[in-house]
């Protein structure tokens, strides 16, 4: 989808952020930062709304009750978005905020039945297990297998294990999102990541070892990260350095606009808990449901024709657009579009009570909405990344020593050890000096 556009956009070498001042950046459009609660049924909008009278930013609740919905339908639902694509429900969501800007009670709401569900099912595995274990060994069969659907604090090595007996997918739930992202690639440069890329498309994977025993190996993959980050963290959030390796343009980014802070209004607010109650329902027949075959959701006439209208409009600004990150976050914004829409078809169908099986053109324009919301939020969070990296000590450190090495013939290492870091540091994020017959030598 345009991905000759993207590279033609991005060139062939790593962006250089200390030559394009934030001045220069094409701006974000903040028409609307909150997150398009219409697109969900009434009862959801409902506590979603009541959750913010108790003080919960409704934008981080929401796009956290989005990507556990994302999770629990797993591999269990498909859409045909096209007529030789279908769509999966992965999705990579970052809620980032502010310093006491409540990120972690709607994260953890959220996914709360979720996690009960996930904890019924690790007491059963104990139980199939112990009277396994209890039986003689000539009648009692395979060894019960754990299944799991929420992961968080937990090594890519050991994801991938999980993915290989839990074909219906797994959420992976992490407070603070770095951590996870941070440990990407600590074992073997580059693979992890572009593995993670992979999952993301839905795509297998195989690892040979050593050991036979131990190959891991799953022929599709279905996967949703859900967390949180500080904003002044952002552009640490993802390593030391952000590449134009298509991760961020997966992202959906959704940032909390103002603190809530609990006052007596909120104290003395009342719950709905029957909203509560059909949402925790909700998500629990879906982690119900194991289906070994994923049913799969047809277009009606009328989604097709917003699909349409959306593909022209969108490749249009990919032409048109001259910032470095825009053309890949508008070229996935093609396949989210179908995913958003999957989700959204599954939740309103089973709040209707109405058979799942095909998406019809009202929830497709809500799909178009909630995509191009999160294009917005994703424009935001690369400026906000971009900034944050120019006004980052280090980032200043790193300006000053390509300086060095570009006009004044310093080698990496010189230049990292002149502006306070070390040799390794200058040899790691500076690049190779340009050529010059008149360049100083060390």
Known sequence: MQTDKVTEARGNGQ???????????????????????????MELKKYIQDKSAHGYPPEAFAANILGAFAGAIGGNYLLEFTPVYESISNLIIIVYGDMGSNKTEPYKEALRPIREFD?????????????????????????????????????????????????????????ESRGFFQSLNQYRRGGDKQTLLSMWSGEGFKDTRKDADRDTSAISTRLTFVGNTQATLLHKSFGDEIEPDGLLDRVCFQRITK???????????????????????????????????PIKLSRSVEATEVFTKYFD???????????????????????LLGRFALILQVVHSIYSQEEIGILSGEIAQYAVDLTEHFIEQGKDAYNTILELKQLDPEGQEKVIGQFLVDNLGYSKSKAGQTVGKSDQWGRKFLNNRVASSDTLKD
Do not use: C
């Open 313 to 335: 409009m969108n490749n249009s600004r990919i032409e048109v657009t001259n910032h470095p990150f825009y053309p890949g976050l508008y070229a996935k914004a093609d396949i």
């Open 15 to 41: 962006f250089d952020y200390s030559k394009h001042p934030i001045s220069l950046i094409e701006p974000a459009k903040r028409k609307n930062q909150t997150f398009p609660q219409h697109v969900f049924p």
């Open 259 to 293: 603190r809530r802070r609990i006052n007596q209004m909120r104290i003395n607010a009342t719950s709905d808990d029957h909203a509560k109650v059909r949402y925790h329902e909700t998500l629990k027949f879906l982690l119900s449901n194991q289906n070994d075959v």
């Open 119 to 175: 904890e019924k099912l690790r007491l059963q595995y104990l139980d199939d297990l112990k009277q396994w274990n209890q039986s003689l060994p000539e009648g009692r069969g395979e060894k019960p297998r754990k299944r799991e659907i929420v992961l968080n604090n937990v090594t890519f090595e050991a994801l991938k294990d999980r993915l290989m007996y839990n074909k219906n997918g797994l959420l992976i739930g992490y407070d």
